[in-house]
């Protein structure tokens, strides 16, 4: 069962001016989604998905679970064929499934030529359709991160798109603090975030397990109302914990993407992984290929959702944003 027509309402405008004329898909600002799943200790479930294949498999799975999904697209790809990708699978195969389509900005280079590209590789992100950017500003001068993200996110601030931020490094043993002075350099450069994001290791063993929980949990509550999404691959045993340890989001890593293509040689692997030469479309797989890629996508699919506990979370979306059509 999809999420009710109301959600239909919440698409994002610039969202809405891509879309076919009659189409169902329903791509939201992650903004909209986390307002409307505040408190139900759920994070939605992003999967990177530069493949249609993979994207398609992850709408199956999360149609199934009726559950909210995020796709993120690599850095890389040009990202307005990719969103007419999604958005026509979308329509097809889970009409008003809420859903966030992901885009990743990162700065190379501290000058002011590398900030004014990176800005405008976010402003085609924007324009493409996309309901959140992650901006990623580490090549910066620690002095200057601040005011880069806020140029970077311009076009997300002024078009209502979510921002996330992500953090330098891997924060885990760092104290919270830092994550806090970070967000409110951040806003007294007029850029509030939707989200910190954080890069996180696989844990290996239940102590490493318990030693991430520790610190998720206590880098989310020092933020507050500024959510945190945890990025990077994971341990099954890891999902179930990180909506009770305050994470309002969590991607999973690649390994979908990984477990999709196991089964191809690895030429065939590395050439589908790869992003397009100017110019050129994204690569394929070839039909022989895109049975097997989808079906293991799939499945890996539906144990993310499963771990994360995302089932139901479309209509508890529904519900909360558009009651009264829940």
Do not use: N, Y
């Not at 479930?45 to 999904?69: D, F, G, M, S």
């Not at 206590?218 to 507050?224: H, I, R, T, V």
């Amino acid at each position: 069962m999809s999420a009710p027509r109301g959600l239909l309402a919440f698409r994002s405008a610039v969202a809405v001016r891509r879309l076919p004329p009659g189409s169902e898909a329903c791509p939201l600002s992650l903004r909209e989604v986390l307002r409307g799943l505040a408190g139900r200790q759920r994070p939605l479930p992003v999967v990177w998905a530069p493949l249609p294949a993979v994207a398609r498999a992850a709408l199956l799975a999360a149609k199934r679970a009726r559950a909210a999904l995020g796709l993120a697209l690599p850095r890389g790809f040009p990202p307005e064929p990719w969103f007419d990708a999604v958005a026509a699978a979308a329509d097809e195969l889970a009409p008003r499934l809420p859903l966030v389509l992901c885009g990743q900005v990162v700065l190379e280079g501290g000058g002011e030529a590398a900030v004014e590209r990176a800005a405008a590789e976010a402003h085609r992100l924007v324009e493409a359709g996309f309901g959140h950017l992650a901006l990623d500003v580490a090549a910066a001068p620690l002095a200057e991160r601040a005011r880069a993200a806020a140029r970077v996110g311009a076009s997300a601030v002024e078009w209502e798109v979510a921002v996330e931020c992500l953090l330098p490094r891997d924060g885990i043993g760092e104290a919270p603090e830092a994550a806090v002075s970070f967000v409110e350099e951040l806003e007294g450069w007029g850029l509030r975030p939707d989200l910190v994001g954080l890069r996180c290791a696989a844990p290996e063993g239940a102590e490493a397990i318990r030693a991430q929980v520790k610190g998720i949990a206590a880098l989310a509550a020092a933020l507050g109302p500024v959510r945190l999404a945890r990025r990077g691959a994971w341990a099954p045993v890891l999902l179930r914990v990180l909506g009770p340890a305050g994470a309002a989001a969590a991607d999973d890593g690649g390994r979908i993407l990984d477990a999709a293509l196991e089964a191809l040689p690895e030429a065939r692997r590395a050439a589908l992984r790869a992003p397009p030469e100017r110019g050129r479309r994204a690569p394929g797989p070839e039909p022989e290929e895109g049975d097997r890629v989808e079906a293991r996508a799939f499945a890996a699919a539906e144990g993310f959702l499963e771990g994360l506990g995302a089932a139901g979370t479309a209509g508890a979306l529904a519900a909360a944003l558009a009651p009264e059509s829940a």
